[in-house]
């Protein structure tokens, strides 16, 4: 079966009330759905990690945190560490999106230093990737990509290969409403899959490559239905509580029907 996972990622939005109102709209859409094969995963700011644990415990749907620092403890003023989301039952990390390369200074040295140590932490990272508009223009797509894997993924052991999310989102298809053509993000998340199996000598049919960009009810059906697409990062979308489900929904249908 081909593998999906949904993530939302609450980004900078949510209050108490917002979040809890949105966790609960989306669990009650998915308690009623007569099946789930996909994954279906929160990633709300870290001050609603809890209250929005409360409520997904024990059901289909993940927990996930937009970022972490790679120290366990320490020095760090105003940052979050692995044991510290770790007992909040997170299961997902996000890092490195380009929100934090571009507004925060997080290189690809920082990012790998991250995904080692959730990989460290048996959490699953799923590590952001993707071109600038004037990358894109000067046909340096998969020079980038390549950079960006070549030093996130380095030092990571075969053994861990299957328990890596990549996310490819394209910067310019971030927040714009432009999302990348089918076309587009099918070529990329081939060539991210091609990469992996040489990166790690295995097959790299398993690894969810979720695509990340104005993903939304209206182009979810045809991105999701590409052969190298395994679901999606969502940001303003997954805000809209009808909306993301309605993507949730989409997506199970393209898995029962394969
Ligand atoms: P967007 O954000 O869906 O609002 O474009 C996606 C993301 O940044 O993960």
Same mark, same amino acid.
């Given at each position: 079966?081909? @593998?999906?996972?949904?993530?939302?990622?609450? +980004?900078?939005?949510?209050?108490?009330?917002?979040? #809890?109102?949105?966790?609960?709209? %989306? *669990?009650?859409?998915?308690? $009623?759905?007569?099946?789930?094969?996909?994954?279906?995963?929160?990633? /709300? /700011?870290?001050? $609603?990690?809890?209250?929005?644990?409360?409520?997904?415990?024990?059901?289909?749907?993940?927990?996930?945190?937009?970022?972490?620092?790679?120290? /366990?403890?320490?020095?760090?003023?105003?940052?979050? !560490?692995?044991?510290?989301?770790?007992?909040?039952?997170?299961?997902?990390?996000?890092?490195?999106?380009?929100?934090?390369?571009?507004?925060?200074?997080?290189?690809?040295?920082?990012?790998?230093? @991250?995904?080692?140590?959730?990989?460290?932490?048996?959490?699953?990272?799923?590590?952001?990737?993707?071109?600038?508009?004037?990358?894109?223009?000067?046909?340096?797509?998969?020079?980038?990509?390549?950079?960006?894997?070549?030093?996130?993924?380095?030092?990571?052991?075969?053994?861990?290969?299957?328990?890596? %999310?990549?996310?490819?989102?394209? %910067?310019?298809?971030?927040?714009?409403?432009?999302?990348?053509?089918?076309?587009?993000? #099918?070529?990329?998340?081939?060539?991210?899959?091609?990469?992996?199996?040489?990166?790690?000598?295995?097959?790299?049919?398993?690894?969810?490559?979720?695509?990340?960009?104005?993903?939304?009810?209206?182009?979810?059906?045809? *991105?999701?239905? #590409?052969?190298?697409? $395994?679901?999606?990062?969502?940001?303003?979308?997954?805000?809209? /509580?009808?909306?993301?489900?309605?993507?949730?929904? +989409?997506?199970?249908?393209?898995?029962? !029907?394969?």
């Amino acid at each position: 079966m081909k @593998k999906m996972l949904i993530a939302g990622n609450w +980004k900078m939005n949510t209050n108490l009330f917002e979040a #809890q109102k949105l966790a609960e709209y %989306v *669990l009650g859409g998915v308690k $009623n759905m007569p099946k789930v094969n996909i994954e279906i995963l929160m990633c /709300p /700011p870290y001050t $609603n990690l809890q209250s929005v644990r409360d409520i997904v415990e024990n059901s289909a749907i993940y927990l996930g945190a937009q970022n972490c620092h790679y120290e /366990p403890k320490g020095a760090y003023t105003g940052e979050i !560490s692995l044991r510290m989301l770790k007992q909040l039952d997170v299961s997902y990390v996000i890092v490195g999106h380009s929100e934090r390369r571009q507004y925060f200074g997080e290189t690809d040295e920082i990012i790998n230093k @991250k995904v080692k140590a959730v990989l460290e932490y048996d959490l699953t990272p799923i590590l952001c990737i993707g071109e600038t508009l004037q990358e894109r223009e000067a046909d340096k797509t998969f020079d980038v990509l390549k950079t960006q894997l070549d030093i996130g993924l380095d030092g990571i052991s075969k053994e861990s290969y299957d328990r890596i %999310v990549i996310a490819y989102e394209p %910067v310019w298809a971030i927040g714009t409403g432009v999302s990348a053509s089918s076309e587009q993000a #099918q070529e990329a998340h081939k060539w991210i899959r091609n990469y992996l199996e040489n990166y790690f000598q295995e097959k790299a049919a398993d690894i969810i490559i979720l695509y990340g960009g104005s993903m939304k009810p209206s182009n979810c059906q045809e *991105l999701l239905s #590409q052969e190298d697409i $395994n679901g999606g990062l969502i940001g303003g979308a997954s805000l809209d /509580p009808e909306s993301f489900f309605e993507i949730i929904q +989409k997506a199970q249908k393209i898995v029962e !029907s394969l």
